[in-house]
Structure formats: structure tokens, C-alpha cells
């Protein structure tokens, strides 16, 4: 199994920053990729972003792409999610997720097989 725990949620104004951190831990090697979904009330869990932990290839969705950036430290079994010129509609619960290397898709929930507890966001206007 692999663990995850994410910090680093928290209130902030609209254009703000905030940095979110997801330590992994137990059997770390059998995961392909940590991405970072969120989840606003009422609405379903969607992606925001991804990356793998071998070559560090990352993919953004849409409405994320240019304000957040998302990297990980290999040696801490860290991913950290840099997120910059918030906006209301960023708020809601960020959770993180590890995907097994079978994964085919990288934006889809179903593809990641371990999640954090999650870490409240909200922007205020």
C-alpha cells in the first residue's frame, strides 16, 4: 500500500498563493504517478494536475495550466502543488493520489488506486 498525506491548505484572498505538500510513504516503488485532484462542494472530484515520479513529466488541466506548478522531490517521497493567482473557483478539498504504472490515463480518478485524506483550499473574493 502506499500512504498520503497532504498539508498546506488554508484561506487566502483571491490572487494569492499557496503551496500544498503529499508525502508518500510504504511501498512507494509500485507508484507511477501522484496527481492532485480537487473537489468543490456539490461537484464532482476533477484533475488539476500530475506528475511521474520517473521522469517528471507533468500535465495540467485547462484551467489550472500557467498558475500552478506541480513538482516532486524523489529523495522525500514529496509532491508539492505551487499554486498562484488563486481564484474563488480554486476552492474546495485537494486531494492527492498515486497511480500504478498499469494506469492509462492520467486525469481520470479511477486510474489512481491510493488517496490522501485531503487538504482544504479557499479563496475568498
Known amino acids: 500500500q502506499v500512504q498520503l498525506v497532504e498539508s498546506g491548505g488554508g484561506l487566502v484572498q483571491a490572487g494569492g498563493s499557496l503551496r500544498l505538500s503529499c508525502a508518500a510513504s510504504g511501498r512507494t516503488s509500485s507508484s507511477s504517478r501522484i496527481g492532485w485532484f480537487r473537489q468543490a462542494p456539490g461537484k464532482e472530484r476533477e484533475f488539476a494536475a500530475a506528475?511521474?515520479?520517473?521522469?517528471?513529466?507533468?500535465y495540467y488541466a485547462d484551467s489550472v495550466k500557467g498558475r500552478f506548478t506541480i513538482s516532486r522531490d524523489n529523495a522525500e517521497n514529496t509532491v508539492y502543488l505551487q499554486m498562484n493567482s488563486l481564484k474563488p473557483e480554486d476552492t474546495g478539498v485537494y486531494y492527492c493520489a498515486s497511480a500504478p504504472y498499469y494506469s492509462s490515463s492520467y486525469y481520470a480518478p479511477r486510474e489512481y488506486n491510493y488517496w490522501g485524506q485531503g487538504t482544504q483550499v479557499t479563496v475568498s473574493s
Open positions: 506528475i511521474s515520479w520517473r521522469n517528471a513529466i507533468t
